[in-house]
Each structure stands twice: as C-alpha cells, then as structure tokens.
C-alpha cells in the first residue's frame, strides 16, 4: 500500500483555464476525534437528491493506458472503482469511500462531456488517460493486485460496494459537473481554488478542517544546505543570480488564511508557495522557513494542494458518524448532489 501512496497520486481536472491537480499520501492511524467545525455539515435534503443531471453519451467509458497506448473501453463503475483503488487507502470507513467514490464519478462524468465536446487528439479517443500526474489515477485489475497483495479481494469487495451506492450520483454546481478535487491532508483548513490555481470556484472555498491535525504525517521537517538551496534554485531559474548568502537571503512574504505559502523571496527572486513545493519536492505550500546560517529548515503541514475535500477529514468525519452526503456538503461549499441520468 505504501508504494501507492508515497507517490503522488496527481490527477489533472481541466476547468476552462486551470488545471487542477490533486495528490494522496498515506493514511495514518492517529486520532481523529472531531472537534467544533463538524457540528456546522450541512445535511443534504431527500430534495436535493431527487434532482437529475442528464450527462451527454454513455455509461461507457474510454481510457488511454500510457504505458501501451492502448485504449480500453470499461463501464463507469470499473473506472472508477480502478480510481478509488488507486485514491484511497481501502482500510478507510465506508462513507468516506463513497464521498470518494462520488467525487472520483463526478470527474469522469466531467471529463468525458468536456471531450465528447472538445476531443484532445492527444488521448486517441479515449476520455481520460491512467497517467496520474495528469490526471485522476485509476488501477488495472492487474497493478491493484499487485499492491494489494493478498488483501486485494477484500479491498476489491469493499471499494466496489461503495462505489456501487454512489454510482447514481454525481455533484453539480450551475449546472454542470463540478472540479471534483481533493487532496490527503489539509493543514488544518482547506485551501480556495483561487489562491492554488488563481481562479475563483464557488464550491471550492476554505472550510475547517481540524480533524487533519490529527494525522501521524501532518507536519514533517525538511534541511537543505545553503549549497542544496542555491543548486535547486539556480537549476530552475539559470538567468537569475541566486545570492551567495541564499540562506540569510530567502524568506516567506505571503501566505494564505488557510496557511498557504503564497509567495517566497530569494534575493530579487519572487517564488510562488507552489513553485517552492515542486522545486524542493515538498508535501505541501504550506510551510514554515528558518535557518541556523548553515541549512534551511522547513517545516510543512499537511500533504497536498489543500483545495476541495480532506481525504483524511473525510476519514475522521466518517469516523464520528457522517454520512458521505455530509461530507461532501462540507468540503463543496454549495455543490449538490443529484441523480444521473444519461443521454446517448
């Protein structure tokens, strides 16, 4: 399971002009009793999910395997019990899979109206590659059960029934599908969309989320010497000179209510919190900087871009009672959750 989830589960969700990525790393048994906030999710009505969204084509479903270039054509379902397989760690509560399962089968059905509308001629047809630093990640039956091991029948039975009970339901905000992101761990209060990816989402907005601190990963620490800072930093920026006392030199000058590194200063440099994560190859922007003039320390809180639902808050509120609707009421600020109904 570790393999899995060490690596960076990313998957694009292509939003007019952003693209949004989101990231998983392991699941940590720690606490995760509930506190404040989890008394404000909001309980969806029978109304809201009597609502239907009629998508455009099939329960079909087509995927470019990157590595054969192949494309295979699956049901809905299969994808995404492939995705959820690859997006959470199966020993997590059942609600929290279904809130998964939902948000997983909310980008499918996304992602396949956007090419049945727009085909990328870079995916042969296929509505979505398996590749997950581009997009959502999704298992063949054959690499979940080599992670999986000799747990993967249990697993297989416990993701598929979960996704067999959302598999009517999508979320939609004005109408249309929404970016269905999520990541591992907030730092303790999720991220906007806008501060992430510079565009504004409506359901994509900063909720609470205590619940993360809870994780046994939530802060890691990281040192680098003032010849690593210099290396990386000038590797990614060659025509910019990187000071000789980079150590005394590079600081945080903006960071987000929901603690998020927006920019850094090094030198006559200007770095965005995301470049930063990427360029040191951190669990998240959001972050802390202090130097003893020999290395760089930073420590971070969470794992992740932060924006969307908490896979680990969704485990803790699964944890405490909440059902999947609750917790996607929470962490998609205005999103319903309706019907689907399919329209060749």
Avoid at 132 to 151: F, W
Avoid at 285 to 295: I, K, P, Q, V
Wanted: hydrophobic share 35%.
């Amino acid at each position: 399971m570790k393999r899995l989830l060490k690596t960076a589960c990313a998957f694009a969700v292509i939003s007019a002009a952003v693209v949004f990525a989101a990231e998983l790393r392991p699941a940590d048994s720690g606490s995760s009793e509930v506190t404040s906030s989890a008394e404000n999710v909001p309980v969806p009505t029978a109304a809201d999910i009597e609502k239907i969204y009629r998508c455009l084509g099939s329960s079909d479903f087509y995927v470019l395997r990157e590595e054969t270039g192949e494309v295979v054509k699956m049901s809905e379902e299969e994808y995404v019990i492939g995705a959820v397989m690859a997006e959470m760690p199966a020993d997590y509560p059942e609600e929290a899979l279904k809130a998964q399962a939902a948000a997983a089968h909310t980008y499918a059905v996304r992602r396949r109206e956007e090419q049945l509308s727009s085909p990328d001629p870079k995916l042969c047809g296929a509505y979505i590659s398996d590749d997950p630093k581009k997009y959502q990640g999704c298992l063949s039956e054959e690499d979940a059960r080599k992670l999986y091991g000799s747990g993967y029948d249990d697993a297989y039975r416990k993701i598929s029934e979960a996704v067999k009970a959302v598999s009517d339901k999508v979320m939609i905000c004005g109408g249309e599908p929404i970016v269905a992101a999520f990541h591992a761990v907030s730092p303790g209060r999720t991220e906007s969309a806008e501060n992430v990816w510079g565009s504004s989402v409506s359901y994509l907005m900063p909720v609470e989320s205590p619940f993360d601190e809870t994780a046994a990963d939530f802060s890691e620490s990281f040192t680098f010497t003032a010849a690593e800072v210099r290396g990386r930093l000038t590797a990614e920026y060659p025509d910019n000179n990187i000071p000789e006392d980079i150590l005394s030199a590079i600081s945080v000058t903006d960071i987000s209510p929901s603690g998020t590194v927006l920019t850094v200063s090094a030198g006559e440099l200007c770095i965005s919190g995301s470049d930063m994560r990427r360029i040191f190859s951190l669990p998240s922007a959001a972050f802390e900087l202090s130097s003893d003039g020999e290395a760089l320390t930073v420590v971070t809180k969470g794992s992740g871009h932060g924006v969307g639902m908490s896979q680990y808050g969704a485990k803790c509120l699964a944890e405490q009672g909440f059902t999947y609707e609750e917790i996607i009421k929470y962490y998609y600020t205005g999103a319903e959750l309706v019907r689907l109904e399919y329209s060749e």
